[in-house]
């Protein structure tokens, strides 16, 4: 135990004097988390509307009105149809709107009235969230009455704020690049080093030079992980816990050591940082895409959907998001740490064993 603790302080050393890899590690864990959850928008804001209005009354423009900051910029009139669809080829603004010549006419009469909406779909979600607003705008402002009283209820997040949830997926998947790229960069360094050999002649165990190399960059990780929970999402976006914090803590310190098994492999075929840079990225995107982090699993194709069970990550976040969220008791989390303990033994397993045939 004294020649392990000894190799991970000197590993803890080692980290603390390279301030290039400090300086990422902290960034990434601070500014990278919190970039993503305070500028990230879902929702539209300051989206830029055009419109032609020929109707020569005043209905068109008061449903204009309505259209205003923050999620509206002032909109801006167009002469004819050809300018405003040129306006949205060239990005200058990303809805238009045009009113029927007969649009006044038809409204006053009890005639159905033509508004037509332009979307720059390549911004597909921002377009068509805000015609959600468009139609919601019209409903309102023509006293729409449906035989059915629609209640909408807000679960676990009453206000409908993105911001933790954007910050709380970067940290996770921060703590997912971090988790593999440190591990296998402690090993590859040494063989850019040099220095290989030396730690071969070593009279040291090599599952103790193993475990003790790997267990120090999960100590660097989880503290970034406790850092990062306490200033960026408690601190700045006052981030509920509705849940155990320890059981938190617990199913990360597992998931660092899942994902340190892969870094084990990758760094078992990497003869440079450059290669384990490019191998993570392989490996880490697909478990990202399998995760669930970016769409629902149920919204997968049915065979990417199979394919998530193998992903450790989709238990990491289910977990982490009923924990925060959903305030989800110990007894409930099973299947969470069962999925990230299964499938982190088994890569942990795989890295070590790749790693230690070439001692």
């Given at each position: 135990?004294?020649?392990?603790?000894?190799?991970?302080?000197?590993?803890?050393?080692s980290?603390?004097?390279?301030?290039?890899?400090?300086?990422?590690?902290?960034?990434?864990?601070?500014?990278?988390?919190?970039?993503?959850?305070?500028?990230?928008?879902?929702?539209?804001?300051?989206?830029?509307?055009?419109y032609?209005?020929?109707?020569?009354?005043?209905?068109?423009?008061?449903?204009?009105?309505?259209?205003?900051?923050?999620?509206?910029?002032?909109?801006?009139?167009?002469?004819?149809?050809?300018?405003?669809?040129?306006?949205?080829?060239?990005?200058?603004i990303l809805?238009?709107?045009?009113?029927?010549?007969?649009?006044?006419?038809?409204?006053?009469?009890?005639?159905?009235?033509?508004?037509?909406?332009?979307?720059?779909?390549?911004?597909?979600?921002?377009?068509?969230?805000?015609?959600?607003?468009?139609?919601?705008?019209?409903?309102?402002?023509?006293?729409?009455?449906?035989?059915?009283?629609?209640?909408?209820?807000?679960?676990?997040?009453?206000?409908?704020?993105?911001?933790?949830?954007?910050?709380?997926s970067?940290?996770?998947?921060?703590?997912?690049?971090?988790?593999?790229?440190?591990?296998?960069?402690?090993?590859?360094?040494?063989?850019?080093?040099?220095?290989?050999?030396?730690?071969?002649?070593?009279?040291?165990?090599?599952?103790?030079?193993?475990?003790?190399?790997?267990?120090?960059?999960?100590?660097?990780?989880?503290?970034?992980?406790?850092?990062?929970?306490?200033?960026?999402?408690?601190?700045?976006?006052?981030?509920?816990?509705?849940?155990?914090?320890?059981?938190?803590?617990?199913?990360?310190?597992?998931?660092?050591?899942?994902?340190?098994?892969?870094?084990?492999?990758?760094?078992?075929?990497?003869k440079?940082?450059?290669?384990?840079?490019?191998?993570?990225?392989?490996?880490?995107?697909?478990?990202?895409?399998?995760?669930?982090?970016?769409?629902?699993?149920?919204?997968?194709?049915?065979?990417?959907?199979?394919?998530?069970?193998?992903?450790?990550?989709?238990y990491?976040?289910?977990?982490?998001?009923?924990?925060?969220?959903?305030?989800?008791?110990?007894?409930?989390?099973?299947?969470?740490?069962?999925?990230?303990?299964?499938?982190?033994?088994?890569?942990?397993?795989?890295?070590?064993?790749?790693?230690?045939?070439?001692?």
């Amino acid at each position: 135990m004294r020649i392990f603790w000894t190799i991970v302080a000197k590993e803890l050393i080692s980290f603390m004097r390279s301030w290039g890899l400090l300086a990422v590690v902290l960034y990434s864990f601070t500014l990278d988390v919190y970039i993503a959850g305070a500028g990230m928008q879902i929702k539209p804001r300051n989206v830029a509307v055009g419109y032609v209005d020929e109707t020569g009354g005043g209905i068109s423009q008061k449903i204009l009105s309505h259209l205003h900051g923050p999620e509206f910029v002032q909109p801006k009139r167009f002469l004819s149809q050809k300018a405003l669809s040129e306006a949205i080829f060239n990005k200058k603004i990303l809805v238009g709107i045009l009113f029927d010549r007969d649009f006044e006419k038809d409204y006053r009469e009890g005639r159905e009235a033509v508004m037509n909406v332009l979307l720059d779909a390549t911004a597909a979600s921002q377009s068509f969230t805000t015609l959600g607003y468009l139609q919601n705008i019209v409903m309102d402002f023509n006293k729409v009455d449906f035989p059915v009283a629609l209640k909408a209820h807000k679960l676990f997040n009453q206000n409908a704020d993105n911001h933790t949830f954007m910050a709380l997926s970067e940290m996770l998947s921060i703590i997912t690049m971090l988790s593999i790229l440190l591990p296998a960069m402690v090993f590859v360094r040494e063989k850019e080093e040099g220095t290989w050999d030396i730690m071969l002649l070593m009279p040291i165990d090599t599952k103790v030079t193993i475990l003790a190399k790997s267990f120090s960059q999960v100590l660097i990780i989880f503290a970034g992980t406790v850092i990062c929970t306490g200033f960026v999402l408690f601190g700045s976006f006052d981030m509920p816990m509705n849940g155990s914090f320890w059981a938190f803590l617990l199913l990360t310190f597992f998931y660092i050591f899942t994902s340190a098994g892969i870094g084990l492999f990758v760094a078992s075929v990497s003869k440079s940082i450059l290669q384990v840079a490019q191998l993570s990225m392989i490996i880490m995107m697909p478990m990202i895409f399998l995760s669930g982090a970016w769409t629902p699993i149920h919204a997968m194709h049915p065979v990417l959907e199979k394919l998530s069970l193998i992903s450790p990550l989709r238990y990491y976040i289910e977990g982490c998001e009923s924990i925060f969220y959903r305030g989800t008791q110990w007894s409930d989390l099973w299947p969470y740490f069962t999925g990230v303990i299964l499938l982190g033994s088994v890569l942990y397993w795989y890295g070590f064993r790749k790693i230690g045939k070439l001692f």
